[in-house]
Structure formats: C-alpha cells, structure tokens
C-alpha cells in the first residue's frame, strides 16, 4: 500500500479564498443522491457548491435529487472536474447547504456520518481511528458502506456546542482492509480538507462567470 506525504491543511492561500464567507444557511439536509449512466452514489451540498467524487461517471450529465423539508426535488446538472478526483456540478436552484469545516478531525474525535438509502437517511456517530500505515481520516468500517457502494460519498461531519449544524469535513471514499500485527481490520477511508478545499477555488472562479437562474417553480 502506498503511504500518502503528509501535507499542511493550511496554506495562506486557502485561509484567503476561506475568510470571505461569513455565516451560513440552517440546513434541511444537504446530503444529495446523484445518479449517472455509470449508477449511483452520494455527494454533498455545501457554502461552496455541490461535491462528489465521481465514482459512477467523471464528464457527462446526472440528475442529482436532494431533500428539502417539504419533500424531494431532482436537478439535470453537467458533471465538472475540480481536481484531485473532486467532482462538482452547479444545479440551477440552490440546494441546502453545509457549512465547510477546514479543521481535520484528529484521531479520537467523534465524527457523524450521514448517507441516504433512497428518501431514508441514516447517521452514525463514530470515533476518528488511527494506523501506522495510513495518514489522513480513518474510521471504523459501518455496514451501511461496507454492503452498499451506492453509500460512497456519504458526508463526514463535526457537530460543535455553539454551531447550530455540523460541519461539512469530508467524503467516505472506500473500505480498505489492513492487516497488522496478523489482525485483520476494515476501516472507512474519508476524502477530508487536504482535497476539498480545491472545491473553494473552484467556486470563487465560477461565480466570476455564472448567475444563478430564475425558476418560478423554486422560491
């Protein structure tokens, strides 16, 4: 198994492209269903735009279904490359949104992670693993992921006393199974800030370009 380099969460740069955002929407649920020619998986909504990993496709079209409080809506969007295996795509109605934690949860830390199984969500709250051979979030593996791929992209958040919602960290992105020690153990592998953050630069250079579309059926 390869070992990733670590590399700093903070940059001077990304504090920039991060200090212009001030405040953030109450959430209905910004976990998003997003279906392509290639099948189904999760993505999220978040202050900086919609995020997925493009498992299912990586160009093209998808119709991507969010929740809000008064039932269902799905969107015809165009599949947008961000990097590092970042995938976004710009809906003509806001979704609800998450608000972005750029704070990497350290080992230890109880994290919530949120999927959908059709209109159903689920929740777990776990604990942020560690292994020597592995550097960046590890969790403990949940049968919600392991027995469904559809569940990749589920959202990792941090729940916080003087938040109103938690806050946006990560991706699930996959089990990986380790061996150490001749004890065999499945962890939740989490896409965190260290690639996210892309998604901010991203945004900052869309707005220069877009406006959001006017829909009598939205208000």
Not at 117 to 138: A, C, F, M, N, Y
Not at 169 to 182: A, K, N, Q, R
Not at 185 to 209: I, P, S, Y
Request: charged fraction near 25%; glycine fraction near 10%; hydrophobic fraction near 40%.
């Amino acid at each position: 198994m390869q070992q990733r380099v670590p590399i700093p969460v903070f940059t001077l740069a990304l504090l920039a492209l991060a200090a212009g955002c001030t405040g953030y929407r109450t959430i209905a649920d910004p976990t998003l269903l997003i279906e392509t020619q290639g099948g189904a998986e999760l993505g999220v909504s978040t202050e900086y735009g919609v995020v997925f990993l493009g498992r299912t496709a990586q160009a093209g079209n998808a119709q991507i279904t969010t929740w809000f409080g008064d039932g269902l809506q799905t969107e015809s969007v165009a599949i947008e490359p961000v990097g590092s295996g970042i995938f976004t795509a710009e809906p003509e109605i806001r979704f609800p949104e998450a608000r972005m934690s750029f704070v990497e949860p350290k080992p230890g830390d109880e994290v919530i992670v949120i999927g959908r199984h059709g209109s159903k969500k689920w929740e777990r709250k776990v604990t942020v693993r560690q292994h020597p051979r592995v550097d960046g979030i590890l969790l403990p593996a949940l049968d919600e992921v392991e027995k469904a791929p559809d569940q990749i992209g589920a959202g990792v958040f941090v729940a916080r006393e003087d938040e109103a919602n938690p806050a946006f960290v990560g991706l699930v992105s996959g089990v990986l199974t380790l061996t150490e020690g001749g004890k065999t153990e499945n962890f939740l592998t989490v896409v965190g800030m260290r690639d996210l953050w892309r998604l901010v630069a991203h945004r900052r250079e869309l707005e220069r370009t877009r406006k959001r579309v006017y829909r009598e059926d939205v208000q």
